[in-house]
Nanobody
Framework: VQFVESGGGLVQPGGSLTLSCTAS????????MSWHRQAPGKERELVAA????????NYADSVKGRFTISRDNAKKTVYLQMNSLKPEDTAVYYC?????????WGQGTQVTVSS
């Protein structure tokens, strides 16, 4: 199982970023996918999730209306479009694949929101 995460970086408050996570080594279309984040000194938290065929999504209250999760099963990729970014969105963002008792994690990509 491998993930290639990209799209992180430094952005000013109010700016936008799109994270991508491309998977290999498992049947991507059978797995629910999600993005999580972990800020320094804090626990990892769920940001957004999408079901295997993309029919359902859910979001943390703190990002509702600003972030959008999507997936392209043909490209084995899950995305996180982040708009109106705030300093409190600063964290390492991880993608996760889950199916029943199986769970795989990406290596993480840093997002820093600062002026």
């Amino acid at each position: 199982v491998q993930f290639v995460e990209s799209g992180g970086g430094l952005v000013q408050p109010g700016g936008s970023l799109t994270l991508s996570c491309t998977a290999s080594g498992f049947t991507f279309s059978r797995y629910d996918m999600s993005w999580h984040r972990q800020a320094p000194g804090k626990e990892r938290e769920l940001v957004a999730a999408i079901t295997s065929l993309g029919g359902s999504t859910n979001y943390a209250d703190s990002v509702k209306g600003r972030f959008t999760i999507s997936r392209d099963n043909a490209k084995k990729t899950v995305y996180l479009q982040m708009n109106s970014l705030k300093p409190e969105d600063t964290a390492v963002y991880y993608c996760n694949a889950r199916r029943v008792s199986l769970s795989f994690w990406g290596q993480g990509t840093q997002v820093t929101v600062s002026s």
